[in-house]
């Protein structure tokens, strides 16, 4: 599989995505654990963590995808303007991907939080899948 280089607006998507799923679960809060940094009930502050970490993962892209292939694309910061969230099916496998294009790049922890973060959006998934819901223990 070869490196794929993400677009700026790609890597927006999952920033909404991330801040999308956020507000829904609180559970990005935890996985780039942010409690020492940032209060809880502090939104704004969480909102900036998130979009550092997708700049940490873009950068870290970049920087993978320059040494894999001996190229020289330069590192960029990346604003967000609103745009729509991925569905998370598609946000999970996108960060699959990702974690895959990093192959232990670690710049600031993003490869660890980055897992993390792919976990919770698994279990919280799994838990949301009715067939789930509804199995039984034997």
């Given at each position: ?7 700026i607006s790609e890597f927006q998507k999952i920033g909404d995505s991330l801040l999308a799923y ?117």
């Amino acid at each position: 599989m070869s490196t794929i280089i993400y677009t700026i607006s790609e890597f927006q998507k999952i920033g909404d995505s991330l801040l999308a799923y956020q507000k829904e679960t609180q559970s990005v809060y935890y996985c780039l654990d942010l409690s020492h940094r940032v209060d809880f009930n502090d939104r704004e502050g969480i909102a900036l963590e998130i979009k550092k970490f997708v700049n940490d993962l873009a950068n870290a892209n970049v920087k993978a995808y320059n040494e894999r292939y001996g190229e020289n694309e330069p590192l960029k910061m990346i604003s967000f303007p609103e745009s729509l969230p991925l569905g998370k099916l598609f946000l999970i496998k996108t960060l699959r991907s990702l974690r895959y294009n990093l192959d232990g790049e670690e710049i600031n922890d993003c490869q660890t939080k980055l897992n993390f973060v792919l976990l919770s959006l698994c279990l919280d998934n799994l838990d949301q899948n009715p067939a789930y819901q509804q199995s039984k223990f034997q």
